[in-house]
């Protein structure tokens, strides 16, 4: 009988790497192709990462025993060009880590009847949150970062013991650590994690510039005009490229109605920050989470710059995100955390809200990985 393999997609794309998971029964090994080269993994989580690859090259893909492909495992990939200049500066972002959190999924608004069943560790495990951020912290130490940004639902309910737990976590990273709030945060006291945000952090050059979207015990996000007046100023101050942080996702410019109950940033405040972005040509990008997916949004008004939004840490994909910034431009490539827990964790919570949410988080390919150019 065939092996089944299960869950094949090509996780990350860069400019001289590609990855691959799958899942098939334990101790199978499988060889997987990527071009000419090839490797081998054991089940039943597979990690098959190929590196020093060729920019701007198509390769195609093949796992042995796997004959179809789908729109998560093309046939075909192109690896991203590798930004024009000198190399600048290399950091990292996490975001929705939730220390804490022991039911993963859960909406209180509606009966886990309904929409579960939800995830939880089994009896003897690490708390989830502590399997995924271990994992974090071990592949972006590997990294070696100028800088970390984590963005937001540090927590789970906003308690001091949850915050330590994240502080004590990321704690090796030392001065290069760098946090803000999310709503989850904020749910007890009004200033945890705030970190006198706004702030800037300038690494040769380049500004991260970290803002604080949150209005305490409450799910949506705003930007104040006090904030949106540092942003404008600090973008002005500086002819280097300036990226910005902060935890929940812009409206959507485009939408044919306002929501005055939308769950991120809200209209008025998203269409005076997307001003300020079309105005200042050196702000190249917005980064967010909060909606534990990875998306791209792009405005005529804000000169086509990416709104992103990246997936959580803390269930699937489970990701962290890298960025590469050179004097002509910058790739941003979402990896998928790779230890044998966190991908076991991961699968296991692959089938939330009735087996939609891999659609819903995973987003495209092309929003994971992209190259932009000054």
Known sequence: MSAVIEHAEVA??????????????????????????????????????????????????????????????????RTLAEPSGAPLTAFATVNDVHFGEVVCGMIHSIPEEELGPWARAEPGEDPYPLTMNRAA??????????????????????????????????????????????????MRDPTMALEGAPYAVDINGVTLAVIDTVR???????????????????????????FVFGHHQVWDLRA?????????????????????????????????????????????ESRNVPFVEIGAVKEYMGVWAEYQVHEGGYTQVVHRLASPEALSWSERTRFLYSGLYPEYS??????RCFGYTF
């Not at 963005?151 to 502080?167: I, P, R, W």
């Open 12 to 77: 990350t794309v860069g400019p001289r790497t590609v990855t691959v998971t799958f899942v098939t029964e334990p101790e199978l090994i499988v060889t997987t192709r990527v071009g000419d080269r090839e490797t081998s993994t054991t089940g039943p989580y597979h990690v098959a990462d190929f590196t020093d690859l060729e920019p701007v090259t198509e390769y195609a893909i093949a796992i042995e025993g796997l004959a179809t492909t789908s729109d998560e495992l093309p046939a075909m990939v």
């Open 137 to 186: 912290v071990a592949e972006i130490a590997e990294f070696g970062p100028d800088a970390l940004i984590a963005k937001g639902d540090l927590t789970c309910v906003g308690s001091d013991e949850e915050y330590q737990a994240f502080l004590d976590t990321y704690g090796g990273f030392g001065s290069t650590l760098h946090h803000v709030r999310g709503n989850h945060d904020a």
């Open 216 to 242: 305490p015990r409450e799910a949506g996000g705003q930007i104040t005009r006090d904030q949106l007046a540092w942003l404008d100023a600090t973008a002005a101050e500086t002819s280097g490229s300036v």
């Open 256 to 300: 044919p109605e306002r929501s005055e109950h939308y769950f991120g940033i809200d209209p008025d405040s998203s269409e005076a920050f997307a001003a300020i972005v079309g105005r200042r040509e050196n702000i190249v990008g917005y980064f967010a989470g909060h909606t534990h997916r990875n998306r791209i949004r792009r405005f005529d």
């Open 362 to 367: 995973r987003g495209r390919l092309d929003h």
